[in-house]
Every structure is written in structure tokens, then in C-alpha cells.
């Protein structure tokens, strides 16, 4: 007789990495995902900061703004991949145009911060996904 009964799992949280030096702008995604309870949202203000976060406990998922002082979001975005590799990037900017940038440094989507909809359905659908 085989034996079915494993350890019990818990659901997988989809940890999300919000990097953008507008704290409203990450406030506002920390509040559109507040009743998504596979996702939990850590903030950085900047590049510099975001690298902290992802040697320390790297996210799923980080969302990287363009226009930030200091480190751009297209460095911050290489060095995030250089780093681990296993998070995923996706830009999150307020000016088209630079998608093909993001994508040379290892993002897989773009996103206008006019779109914020279309932000929180892809990460709700990443949650529900289980990635």
C-alpha cells in the first residue's frame, strides 16, 4: 500500500519587488494588490536599494520604473538579472520608447504607468499561477 498523505503545503506567495522613486506610484500598487493575498509587496526607492532587497531576499517578480536618480531603471534591471537571475523583471515606465532597452537587459514586459490595470492583472495572474 502506497502512502498518499505528504506534507501539507501552503499556497505560494508571489513576492513582488516595486522599484520606483514616487512613493505615491508604489503605494498605489501596494494598495490595487492589497486584496490579492497570494502577493506580497516590497518597495525600493531606487536601484541601489532594489539590489539590497534582492541580495537579501529576492522577489518572484520586480518592477522596475525608468527615470529614477541615480541608477536608471534599465541598469537597475541588468543588475538585478546579473545578480539572480531567477527574478523576473517587467518595466513599469511613463514614457513609451524604451521597451526594447529593458528588453536588451533581461525584462520580459513593458507597462505605461498610464496602463496600472494591465500592471496588476499580469501580476494577479502570475499569483494565481503560482510563478
Known amino acids: ?30 494598495a490595487m494588490l492589497s486584496d490579492n493575498e497570494g502577493v506580497e509587496v516590497v ?3 531606487g536601484g541601489e536599494e532594489a539590489l539590497a532587497v534582492v541580495a537579501a531576499d529576492p522577489p518572484d517578480l520586480a518592477v522596475v520604473d525608468q527615470n529614477m536618480p541615480g541608477m ?25 520608447g524604451a521597451e526594447r532597452q529593458f528588453a ?10 498610464d496602463r496600472f490595470g494591465d500592471l496588476v492583472g499580469f501580476i494577479s495572474e502570475r499569483a494565481a499561477s503560482g510563478r
Do not use: W
Not at 7 to 20: A, E, G, K, M
Not at 81 to 94: G, Q, R, W
Not at 104 to 113: C, D, E, S
Open 43 to 45: 518597495e525600493a526607492s
Open 1 to 30: 500500500m502506497t502512502n498518499t498523505v505528504g506534507p501539507t503545503s501552503q499556497p505560494r506567495v508571489l513576492r513582488v519587488l516595486v522599484v520606483d522613486d514616487a512613493p505615491d506610484i508604489r503605494a498605489l500598487i501596494r
Open 104 to 113: 536588451q537587459a533581461g525584462a520580459t514586459r513593458h507597462f505605461l504607468k
Open 72 to 96: 536608471d531603471g534599465v541598469t537597475t534591471t541588468r543588475e538585478l538579472k546579473a545578480l539572480n537571475a531567477d527574478v523576473e523583471v517587467v518595466a513599469f515606465t511613463a514614457v513609451p
